[in-house]
Every structure is written in C-alpha cells, then in structure tokens.
C-alpha cells in the first residue's frame, strides 16, 4: 500500500512538472488565458454576428416566399385585383411575348380592371359568377390579344426610331374631350374617365400614348396603303363619282380601297375626323388626303355632298391599314408569341357556349 501512494505522489509531481510554466511555454499559456478572456469580454460581438447571418437567412426565406406567392397569384391563379395591379407597376413582370418583346403585365390589367370596373358599375355584372364565365374569359382574351399587339407595336417602334411627345398626347386628349355639344373641360373629362374605367389622369395618358404609338407604327409599315392612298388621290382627281374612281383602282396585295356614303351628320360628329374635313368644302369639292385621328385605320379622302344648316353629308374613300395586323398574324401562327396565363382561345370559347 505504501507503495502505491508513493508512486501515485511520484506521478503526480511529475505532471505538476510538466504543467509548470517556462520561458518556452510561456507563449502559449499567455494565449490560452486570453482565449478564455475573449469569451467574457466580447460575448455581444459573437451574439450580433449570429443575429446578422440568422438575419439575412430568414429575409431571403421571406423574400423567396414573397415572390413564390406574387408568382402563384399572377400566373396560376390569375388575381387581377389593385393590390397585384400595383406590384405589377412596381415590378415589370411580363404576361406574354411577341417576337422577344415582353409584354407588361400591368398594361394587361390596365386594360383588364378598366372594362371590369364599366362592367360591374355600368352594367352592374358580376364577371366571375358562374353564369358569367364565358363573358369572363372572352374579356380576358380579347384584352390579352390587345395587349400582344400593342407590345409588337411598341417593338416596332424601337426598332424604327418611333415616338410619342407629350404634345401629341395632349392633342389626341383634346380631341376626344370633343361633343356634339361642345368641348368639354379637361377635369370634366377625366372625371367621366374615372367615373367609367376607373382610371386616373395620368392612366389616360399611358393609354393614349400606347393608341397613338400604334397608329404610327401602323402607318410607318404598311407601304401597301401608302401605294394605294397615291392610286386614291389620282384616280379622285380625275373621276369625280367616287365609286367608279374606286372601281378604277385596282387592288394591292389583295387589299382595295373603300368607298362609304355618310347621310346626314353633325358637322362635329365624332367619327374619326371625316366629318371634320367635310364641313370645311364646298359642296361637291374633294378634300386632301389624310389620316383618320382617332382608329388610325387608314387614310381617307370625303367629298361634300350637301349640307342643311349645322348638318353635312359626305361620301369617303378609304386606303385601308393592314400591314402591320398582318405581321403580327404571321407571327401568331409561326409560334412568335408566347402567352404566360392560361386563357381559353376564341374557338375554345365559341364552344364552351353551345
């Protein structure tokens, strides 16, 4: 038993020994003291690293949870309310794609919540009851097919160098505040825009500057109108009949001229600016050529027939646009545009009624 004891004493100076500190272990003790110092003294360090790291993983969850519902909601279940309106403003997610030019989802339910707020307060017609389903999905395409073509449009215009001024916009506003009573005020107007589509001033005026960059761009592609409104304007001036002037023009590209009689109209009857140039001839003068203001369907040529008092009758002469529906039916069969929402076709609508 003493035997143990004194090796057991033997052994445990020896680790004393060894635990000892010396000039060459002092180095290290010194470090392993402050080591264990460090935890005491910078404790919040370490907490608020922690915090920063568990920070930045719980907002990227958010945040790809946040887009995870924003995508559902638009693509899958297709919330057209003012709430997603507004992040699509916010955030220029695309509804379709025409020839590689993305089409915006907000233009889509710009369009889309104006007829829905004139149906619901106008017509008092709920879109999405059951019964209504059919009138629902026609809206739905009628306004995405809009919505590819003014996206082409818009395309186009990039590439041909094509703009819009605010003066221009102006201009078109101006004329559409136009009545057979008279020029209504600009508040006035936009009152009546607000009252009906639920649109606010500065809405208005995406949305004429969209009509009015079609219209150029219809115009600056189609060189077959521009051939025949050149046959139109010789062939008036050599033949006073309209109709026999038109018979004598011959068709472009499969594409002839129009010939229409007006009977007794307004002198401002708001029918794309005809009656306009009408009420400034003589009766049975011709006026100039020019291009309709508000469809921007063409450009036409009005002869005065007679006029009774603030009424006028005319006859017109129309060199149609079609290029540019053309180029865009082309591109709808060979695939060059793609729809990001499930909406039912015409045919499969047409359908779905009988």
Do not use: C
Not at 57 to 62: E, R
Not at 198 to 207: L, M, Q, T
Not at 277 to 302: E, N, Q
Request: net charge positive; aromatic share 8%.
């Amino acid at each position: 038993m003493k035997k143990i004891l004194k090796y057991r004493r033997k052994k445990i100076s020896q680790e004393e020994i060894q635990q000892r500190i010396t000039n060459e272990t002092v180095a290290e003790h010194r470090e392993r003291i402050l080591s264990v110092g460090r935890k005491f003294k910078y404790p919040v360090q370490y907490a608020k690293h922690r915090l920063v790291i568990n920070t930045i993983v719980v907002s990227l969850i958010a945040l790809f949870a946040g887009l995870f519902v924003v995508w559902q909601q638009l693509y899958i279940a297709q919330n057209t309310s003012t709430f997603f309106y507004r992040i699509t403003r916010a955030i220029p997610v695309p509804v379709a794609s025409v020839d590689g030019q993305l089409v915006r989802y907000s233009d889509y339910l710009e369009r889309f919540k104006s007829q829905e707020h004139y149906l619901l307060t106008k017509q008092a017609l709920n879109l999405y009851s059951k019964e209504n389903q059919s009138q629902l999905d026609s809206l739905k395409r009628k306004v995405l097919d809009d919505s590819v073509t003014y996206g082409y449009a818009e395309k186009l215009a990039n590439e041909y160098g094509i703009k819009v001024t605010s003066e221009e916009v102006d201009a078109s506003i101006k004329r559409q505040r136009q009545s057979s009573d008279g020029e209504i005020s600009e508040k006035a107007y936009f009152d009546v825009t607000l009252d009906h589509f639920g649109w606010s001033p500065d809405e208005v005026r995406e949305i004429t500057a969209r009509d009015l960059l079609k219209q150029k761009v219809a115009f600056r592609v189609d060189d077959v109108a521009d051939r025949l409104r050149d046959k139109m304007v010789a062939a008036t001036k050599s033949e006073a009949d309209f109709n026999k002037a038109a018979a004598k023009i011959s068709a472009i590209d499969g594409v002839k001229v129009e010939v229409s009689e007006t009977p007794l109209v307004p002198v401002n009857n708001r029918d794309d600016g005809l009656a306009e140039h009408a009420s400034k001839l003589k009766v049975g003068d011709v006026s100039d050529v020019f291009k309709s203001t508000i469809r921007g369907d063409g450009y036409y040529i009005v002869k005065l027939l007679s006029r009774e008092g603030d009424r006028i009758s005319y006859v017109s002469m129309k060199a149609p646009l079609t290029v540019f529906q053309k180029k865009l039916s082309e591109l709808r069969q060979n695939g060059g545009v793609k729809e990001y929402i499930s909406v039912p076709t015409i045919e499969a609508i047409s359908k779905s009624k009988n």
